[in-house]
């Protein structure tokens, strides 16, 4: 049976790097034979423009009844579609892999780190007053959500390097005690897994100056909100990083970077938005035990790799001059043509 995916193609180079990756999984769903079928959700400023509303209904209805979510960027009102989804749809726990890769010409060697992000909770929850005189927004931290995403960022460890490094600034605000304790509380099932803590200001330096030292950050949504930012310009640039948003029983995959209104969307690096499809990929194969969907994000990445080490079709934010439809078009060949093949585990 084909699993449904829903499809936001979001605003500014939003619908051109979706259209890229939906292409790349159509290729990929011929080569490894699985089967997925796609239904377009409108949402964003583009769905405010033509329907009133940045998050129509008819389209929450479609990304609910949908398998997983693959999400473009989106602008103005990003705050209606991607905060209001991850709340409503419980996507407690955001992952952004960060790794260097060949050619992407960045300070630093071997980076490869997670950012494991609490996404439900903190100042996000938009819980605010502002008058004339004061502004108070609230920050909410709960012992549920701190626990379950700190199990989340564990899990990932224990198939990576084994070291999690636990953020937040519980030097000045008591509340994050909370956040502290939970994950040391869920540590202790992890013995396989070395555990440090570390404030919010020296893991902002850290990242700067030995991002190597990484292997999984734990932190509260608005620092992890920040902190992989400054991590996708560490491993070289916003067009390649992308991220999962997982709640219990549902995924939504996106690019960390935004509409990039300063750019041509024809020019627009659709990287992230392919690799966040490798994302949903890894998940819908291993939450439907579909093996053809974990070789194809297997094959993915090393597509990816390969586009990257032979640097013919690179976008203008990686030194090259190829259109968005110009690297579509030589990773769809390469996945044809077998270039995909296996040559290292998929970890995130
Ligand atoms: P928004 O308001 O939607 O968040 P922004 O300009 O504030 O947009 P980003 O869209 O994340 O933030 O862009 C930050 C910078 O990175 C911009 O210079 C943009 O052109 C560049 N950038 C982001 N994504 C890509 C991409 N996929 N390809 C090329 N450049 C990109």
Redesign the pocket.
């Known amino acids: 049976m084909a699993c449904v995916v829903s499809i936001i193609p979001g ?3 939003g619908p051109a ?1 979706v259209s890229s990756a939906r292409k790349v999984l159509e290729a990929l769903s011929e080569v490894y034979g699985f089967k997925l079928s796609f239904v377009e959700a409108l949402a964003g400023d583009a769905a405010k423009r033509d329907f009133g509303e940045p998050m129509p209904k008819d389209s929450l209805d479609k990304i609910r009844s949908s398998d997983a979510c693959l999400k473009g ?4 009102t ?1 705050k209606d579609v991607i905060v209001f989804l991850r709340q409503k749809l419980d996507l407690y726990a955001n992952i952004r892999p960060f790794k260097t890769l060949p050619r992407v010409s960045t300070k630093w060697r071997d980076v490869d780190f997670v950012v494991v992000r609490e996404n439900t909770e903190d100042l996000y929850k938009c819980v605010e007053d502002v008058g004339e005189e004061y502004a108070v927004a609230l920050m909410v931290l709960t012992k549920k959500a701190c626990t379950r995403i700190a199990k989340v960022a564990f899990q990932i460890a224990e198939n990576r390097r084994r070291k999690v490094t636990v953020v937040h600034k519980g030097n000045v605000l008591r509340s994050f005690e909370l956040f502290r304790a939970a994950a040391l509380n869920v540590a202790k099932s992890y013995p396989s897994v070395s555990v440090e803590e570390m404030l919010v200001d020296n893991a902002a330096y850290q990242l700067v100056v030995n991002p190597q030292r990484f292997d999984v950050i734990l932190t509260t949504n608005m620092f992890g909100d920040i902190l992989s ?1 400054e991590a996708a310009g560490i491993v070289g ?4 990083a992308y991220s999962a948003n997982i709640g219990d029983g549902f995924g939504l995959f996106e ?9 041509d969307p024809s ?7 392919v690799m966040a499809s490798k994302m949903m990929l890894e998940w819908l194969g291993s939450t439907k035990g579909n093996a053809s969907m974990l070789e194809a994000a297997n094959g993915l990445e090393n597509a990816v790799l390969s586009l990257l080490e032979e640097g013919e079709a690179l ?4 030194g090259g001059r190829a259109t ?1 439809e110009e690297v579509t078009r030589r990773l769809v060949d390469m996945l044809l043509k077998g270039r995909g093949t296996s040559r290292r585990p998929v970890v995130y």
């Open positions: 605003d500014g180079i790097v960027p989106v602008g103005e990003a930012d640039s916003l067009g390649l690019p960390v970077h935004g509409t990039a209104p300063d750019i020019y627009a690096n659709p990287l992230a938005q976008t203008p934010d990686l968005t």
